[in-house]
């Protein structure tokens, strides 16, 4: 099962803290975590699924660099365009924050039918907002569970 988390990297403190804790949880239910690579919302989901022992992948929009918490980093040289790759190798989609480039990853998500779950993100039709990073992890993993069979 992959979940991908996703949102700004340039985050606030309080969406650290809940990137951190989805990625923890991520992790512990023994899910892959995949996101864009960089910094702070995905860097925070990174640190805390690796410091439970699960495994991250960084789908990064250039051809060098990626967080230090990444245990695959795919350089795609793509730019944005990597956003894509982010949603379309998710069972799910949990979205903490966001700027326009998480707006953009929603809105493929949704195209594609892969089921979004939002903390404190974009209010978007289709997106289940979410209490917490444990309930937002809960969903979608059984939400992953169903389209996985």
Same mark, same amino acid.
């Given at each position: ?5 996703i949102?700004?990297?340039?985050a606030a403190?309080?969406e650290c803290e809940a990137?951190?804790?989805t990625?923890r #949880?991520?992790?512990? +239910?023994? *899910?892959?975590? /995949?996101c864009?690579?960089?910094?702070g ?5 990174c640190r !805390?699924?690796?410091e439970?022992?699960?495994t991250?992948?960084?789908i990064?929009?250039?051809?060098d660099?990626g967080?230090?918490n ?6 795609t040289? #793509?730019g944005?365009a +990597?956003? *894509?790759?982010? /949603?379309?190798?998710?069972?799910a989609?949990i979205?903490?924050g966001?700027k326009? !480039?998480?707006?953009s990853e929603?809105?493929?998500a949704?195209?594609t039918?892969?089921?979004v779950f939002g903390?404190?993100t ?6 289940m907002?979410?209490?917490?990073p444990?309930d937002?992890?809960?969903?979608a993993?059984?939400a ?5 069979g």
């Open positions: 099962m992959q979940i991908a988390v949102g700004h990297g340039d403190p309080e990137a951190y804790a990625g #949880l991520v992790a512990g +239910r023994k *899910a892959v975590l /995949v864009g690579g960089l910094g919302v995905m860097e925070a989901a !805390g699924a690796r439970t022992g699960g991250t992948v960084g990064l929009p250039g051809t660099g967080n230090p990444l245990s695959i980093t795919i350089r040289g #793509l944005i +990597r956003n *894509a790759l982010v /949603v379309l190798s998710a069972d989609v979205a903490v966001g326009y !480039g998480t707006l929603i809105a493929m949704l195209r039918g892969c089921p903390i404190g974009w209010d978007v039709e289709g997106v907002p979410c209490s917490s444990e937002a992890v809960e969903r993993v059984m992953a569970g169903l389209r996985t």
